[in-house]
């Protein structure tokens, strides 16, 4: 029996191809242990990592870009003054007034009021009829705080002139953490009574 000769590259390899040869489609190829093999490997994890952070990366800013859009007890106190009022008073020591904070923002706390109408403005709670001096009042985050007659309520004190029917009176609210905020209050006639807010509708 006539052995077969085993037909070689004339390069040294197979036509199989082995190491350091060429592939039977006649291209260079890389044995898997060889160091150009390691570079390729090590380029693919390299850019597999890279893609990774960049996806952690913008995930990471939606969450931060939803969270700053919360509306949270944690916003910024956005407090404003509406609906105030002075009835003229009937003596001429003391005067009340009457207001809406609606807030639209985190929690703040009204701590005081002052007015070049008086000497002191104090703020006063009613419950259960009895009225009570209070050194500050809440304002709850994305709520109101209501001084309405049989209620919460202003005082002013030491009146430095008797406010008449037309008049207006400036006063200025402290609060803790949104500051001082402006706002100037009617004088109405003694027995008046603002209207409620079912009646405030029908008339728009």
């Known amino acids: 029996m006539t052995a077969r000769a085993r ?13 350091g040869g060429t592939s039977a ?10 160091p150009g093999a390691r ?20 995930l990471a800013l939606t969450l931060t870009a939803c969270g700053g859009d919360s509306g949270g007890d944690d916003a910024k106190p956005a407090p404003k003054v509406s609906g ?32 070049p109408l008086a000497e002191e403005v104090t703020l006063h709670s009613t419950e259960n009829g009895q009225m009570r001096e209070q050194d500050s009042f809440a304002v ?12 919460n309520h202003l005082m002013f004190e030491g009146l430095r002139h008797t406010p008449k029917r037309g008049e207006t009176v400036t006063v200025t609210l402290h609060f803790a953490t949104s500051g001082a905020v402006k706002a100037v209050l009617p004088v109405k006639e003694t027995t008046y009574q603002p209207p409620s807010a079912g009646e405030t509708q029908d008339k728009q």
């Open 84 to 115: 105030g009022y002075v009835p003229q008073p009937v003596g001429h020591d003391m005067a009340a007034g009457f207001f809406v904070v609606t807030n639209k923002g985190g929690a703040d706390r009204l701590t005081s009021v002052t007015s």
């Open 25 to 34: 489609a006649g291209g260079p190829r890389e044995a898997s242990g060889t």
């Open 7 to 19: 037909v070689r590259d004339p390069r040294g390899t197979s036509a199989a191809g082995g190491p």
């Open 140 to 151: 709850p985050a994305h709520g109101r705080l209501d001084f309405a007659r049989g209620g």
């Open 39 to 58: 570079v390729a490997r090590g380029r693919g994890v390299r850019g597999r990592a890279e893609l990774l952070a960049l996806l952690a990366g913008g």
